[in-house]
Structures are given as C-alpha cells and as structure tokens.
C-alpha cells in the first residue's frame, strides 16, 4: 500500500511536469486531486487496510496528498507569472512609434480665392453681407431694372423652383447673380433711417445658379462676389480707383488695369475691368488669347432706378456696384483649363491647392 501511495504521488508529479497551461492545470487538479482522484480513493479505501497498518498508511497518504498541493501551488504560481511576463512581452506599448496621422482637410480653391477677395475689400471697409440664393423674379431681374421679356434676361436662364403652373407673374428661382443682394441691402440699411438712409459700402459673396449648357467654360452652379458703395458724390473716379486698387493688393502691386465700355441694366454707365495678364506681364500668352488683358469683372454706376428701388433717392445719393466670378479668376492663376473641375469633387483636382 505505501508503495502504491508513492507511485500515486509519482504519478502526480509527472503529470504536472508536463502541464503548460491554466487549462491543463485545472484538468490535472481534477484528476489527482479530485474526489474521484486515486489519492481520495486511498482515504475512501482505509477501512480495508489492516488496522495495525492505518496509522502508517493514512500519514503516507497525507503526506502524498500535500506534496501534490504544494506542487500543485507551485505550478499555479509559476503559470501566472509566465503569463504576466508574456503579456508584459507582447501588449508592450512602443512610444517611440509615430502617431498615425490624420489626414487634413483644406479649403476647396474657389474658397481660397473668395477669401482672399474677402480680405482686399475688408482692408478698404467693405463689410460682408450675406443675402439668399432662392429668389423671386421682382429681386433677381425686376427691381435690378430687367422688366419682364427684357433681352439681358436671355443671359441669365434661370433655375425655377415652382411648376409651371404655380409661377405665376413673380416666380421663385435660384439666384442667377448676387445683385439682388444689393436691394435686400440698401432696402435694409434705408429702414434704419428712411429720411437719411446712411452710405453703404458692401461686397456680396455667394453661390449663383444658371440653366447653362455646361461646358469647360459654363457651369450650372458658380460663384460671384458682387460689390456695392452708395452715398454722397460718389464718383465713377472713386469706382476706378477703388478696383484698380483692389486689382494691385490682390494680383501684385505692378498691375495695370483698364476699363471697357460695357452694357448691365443695372448700372449706367457700364464698364467691363481688364487687367494686364498676370502670366506674360502683358507680352501675350495662351491665357489671355495673345491680347496681353485679362477681364476679371463687370461694374458700373448704380442706375438710377436701382438706387429708387433699393430706398435711395438718386437726387442725394449715387453709388457704384461691381460683380466678379471667383472660378474664372482660380482658373486664370492656377491655367486651370474646364470650370467642370470645380464640382466634380474629384480628390487629385482639389489637392493640388
Ligand atoms: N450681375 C452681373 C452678372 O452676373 C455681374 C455684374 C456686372 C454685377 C456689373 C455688377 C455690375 O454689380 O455692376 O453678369
């Protein structure tokens, strides 16, 4: 019996020598520890050993049973601690490795070049004001001095936003320019003072909406950055100083510009701004058709009529208004050849800026 005690004990031991994980020593536990484990059938078994023997006997089985549980402690320890320095191995948090980097955003070119013909007019105490894009008739063409059926309508093909039948002689539509703008201004700068309406002095940037036929050069959706001034002796020599001023604090302080006579229902006299081609200097290039003159935008006089409609007595008052297009002037720097690009959302297009 005490020879079979020490192999049950050997036994044991050899076994857990070969245990390599918490599973496998829970397994083991069970088989040389458990109540059905040949050591506890050693205890179960004593009423057959001769009485004379028990005392030898129960004390070896003892002594077996607690060498197993210390040996079994042992393991269980020894297990735990291989297992902390193999998690302190692999989860080691390498802190010299480089952050993953966030990809950054930027501004979309057109943004930037608003922004810049933001702060050219801000500098001169332009103030910023933010009008609409869905519009009636009456402000988009009526009061801007466009009656119904006039021909300059024919430029500006417009998006409607009601059916046909619902139109009626004041349709709703997307904006086709930002002039409106400039009688929602005048016509709220007048109501603080109707007697003396006080001197406006504006740029309006926004988005514009036309029924195009989309091409490199004509897209559907554009924006526009309208300018306008109005007050006392306002002169046609205070809009050429003021945009040529703007054209050297935005295209270099050497730009020369020019004024073309031009033709909008809302401004008389008229005028088309040109300035020297920014690219060859003025010598001609592909840019600005060998002419040496680029034209950035359109301005003129606020007709009379405008100046009535927006609140303003054009007896007392005169004013000059201006209108550009942010896309053709991107384009112009950056020779970017298909206004389509601007919308198209492609990644490798706006990247580049
Ligand atoms: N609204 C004009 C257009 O979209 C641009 C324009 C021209 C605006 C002359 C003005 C201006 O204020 O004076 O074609």
């Known amino acids: 019996m005490l020879e079979k005690i020490k192999e049950i004990q050997q036994a044991g031991l050899e076994a857990l020598a070969a245990v390599a994980s918490e599973e496998a020593l829970q397994g083991w536990k069970v088989t040389h520890l458990g ?67 966030i990809p950054r955003g930027r501004l979309h070119p057109v943004t930037q070049t608003l922004r810049e013909i933001t702060r050219v007019f801000a500098e001169m105490g332009f103030q910023v004001y933010r009008s609409r894009e869905v519009e009636t008739d009456e402000y988009n063409f009526q009061l801007l001095n466009f009656p119904p059926h006039h021909p300059a309508r024919e430029m500006q093909d417009s998006f409607y936003v009601q059916s046909a039948e619902a139109r009626g002689d004041n349709p709703l539509l997307l904006r086709t320019h930002t002039s409106p703008g400039q009688i929602h201004a005048m016509r709220q700068f007048a109501a603080e003072n109707p007697e003396n309406p006080p001197p406006v002095r504006i740029i309006l940037p926004g988005m514009c909406y036309r029924y195009e036929q989309v091409s490199t050069r004509y897209e559907s959706q554009f924006t526009q950055v309208e300018g306008l001034a109005v007050g006392k002796d306002i002169t046609f020599s205070d809009l050429k100083g003021t945009l040529a001023d703007f054209a050297r604090r935005m295209f270099g302080q050497d730009v020369r510009a020019r004024f073309r006579a031009s033709h909008f229902p809302f401004t008389e006299p008229s005028a088309e701004m040109d300035i020297q081609c920014f690219l060859c200097g003025g010598d001609g290039c592909q840019v600005c058709k060998r002419t040496g003159w680029l034209e950035i935008l359109g301005c003129g006089m606020v007709h009379p ?49």
Request: hydrophobic content about 40%; overall charge neutral; cysteine-free.
């Open 305 to 353: 009529n405008v100046l009535r409609n927006g609140g303003y007595d054009p007896e007392r008052y005169t004013g000059y208004a201006f209108g550009m297009g942010p896309e053709r002037i991107t384009m112009l720097r950056h020779h970017i050849e298909d206004i389509r690009y601007f919308w198209a959302n492609d990644l490798r297009f706006l990247e580049q800026f």
């Open 35 to 101: 109540r059905n484990s040949a050591i506890m059938g050693v205890f179960k078994n004593m009423g057959s050993v001769p009485k004379e023997q028990r005392g030898e006997v129960g004390r070896a089985a003892n002594q077996a049973k607690q060498a197993l549980e210390a040996a079994f402690e042992e393991k269980a320890a020894a297990l735990k601690e291989a297992a902390l320095q193999r998690s302190l191995q692999e989860e080691r948090l390498d802190i010299t490795l480089p952050g993953r980097a």
